[in-house]
């Protein structure tokens, strides 16, 4: 039983997305997505515990975002969620970005992706690349890495081929301001989370 009478949808917890997707190949139910009122009742633990997974391994920005509700719209959530990121301090945005994996990179090779991240990239097939694929795509990474610090994010949800992906990174691995990576870096991520929450939460 989740908090304020809720029975959390696995999604919310760690590994919630495969949960989901066991639950479904073998016919069992699963619970319904909460409605945008179902979140804005519930106390800041229980809404930590649905959210602080939607921006990668970074808890704190739905505990900055619940001090902002209520929320009309899953729209408006999201809108809170993005501007506790623009309001944070830079080494926070650094590190939010850090957290994120590259894609087809070490965690992934590793088997160490969380459920969100391997679905995101499974989706265009970077969990299955050709060899070819795989070394430009770690090509990228590496002098993206090696130019700027971070790893380069970009919102697959945004693209409908990985081929369009693997050209936007070699294209910003090539070039670049830092600051303004950092910038195109924040803007991928709130393309990413409002990807996550239409899979969390229905208005």
């Known amino acids: 039983m989740g908090k304020a009478g809720l029975h959390l949808n696995p999604a919310f ?8 997707g066991t639950a479904r190949a073998t016919g069992q139910h699963v619970n319904p997505m909460p409605s945008i009122d179902q979140l804005n009742s519930l106390p800041a633990d229980a809404f930590v515990e649905m959210l602080g997974g939607v921006y990668e391994h970074s808890p704190w ?9 209520p929320f009309a719209t899953v729209d408006a959530l999201h809108a809170a969620m993005a501007a506790v990121v623009r309001a944070a301090a830079p080494d926070e945005q650094l590190a939010l970005i850090r957290a994120h994996p590259e894609l087809a990179g070490r965690e992934a ?3 160490e992706l969380t459920a969100e991240s391997t679905g995101e990239q499974g989706r265009l097939g970077f969990t299955a690349l050709s060899r070819e694929e795989f070394e ?3 090509r990228a990474n590496a002098a993206y890495q090696a130019r700027h610090g971070f790893p380069c994010i970009v919102a697959l949800r945004l693209h409908a081929a990985r081929e ?12 670049g301001a830092r600051d303004a990576e950092i910038a195109c870096a924040l803007g991928q991520i709130e393309a990413i989370t ?3 929450l239409d899979r969390l939460v229905t208005t």
């Open 194 to 196: 409002r990807g996550r």
């Open 109 to 111: 090779v590793a088997g």
């Open 136 to 138: 430009r795509v770690a």
């Open 13 to 20: 917890r760690p590994g919630g997305f495969s949960e989901i």
């Open 164 to 175: 369009t992906v693997i050209a936007e990174m070699e294209r910003r691995a090539a070039g």
């Open 61 to 69: 920005v739905a505990e900055r975002a619940w001090a902002r509700r």
